[in-house]
């Protein structure tokens, strides 16, 4: 957990280069397969200012990060990795796709 963030689809590395990526990520990495509520989203990537737009940025960051862990997925179709819940996101992985896990 306290080594670098590295995500692979295969062998091939995925770069997450944003730092709001990475802490979006890295947030629901540390809580696989728990929901994590919209407020704590906020607070992890704004602290105690966030903007007025945070929701609609969630909601982008979350769609970007999609974007890199399911490349061939139908923009508008159902996530199975990077899952909407009513309160928040989940990730959904199996044991041998997180190291945490190892």
């Known amino acids: 957990m306290l080594g670098p963030l590295v995500v692979r689809r295969g062998d091939v590395p995925v770069a997450v280069s944003q730092p709001r990526l990475r802490a979006l990520l890295g947030l629901l990495a540390v809580q696989p397969g728990q929901v994590v509520p919209r407020e704590e989203l906020v607070d992890v990537l704004w602290g105690e200012r ?33 899952v909407r819940v009513p309160r ?3 990730l959904e992985l199996d044991s041998d796709q997180l190291d945490v896990w190892s």
């Open 88 to 90: 928040g996101y989940l």
């Open 50 to 82: 966030p903007p007025d737009s945070c929701l609609a940025l969630v909601h982008t960051y979350v769609a970007q990060l999609r974007g890199l862990l399911e490349p061939a997925r139908q923009r508008r179709t159902v996530s199975h990795v990077l």
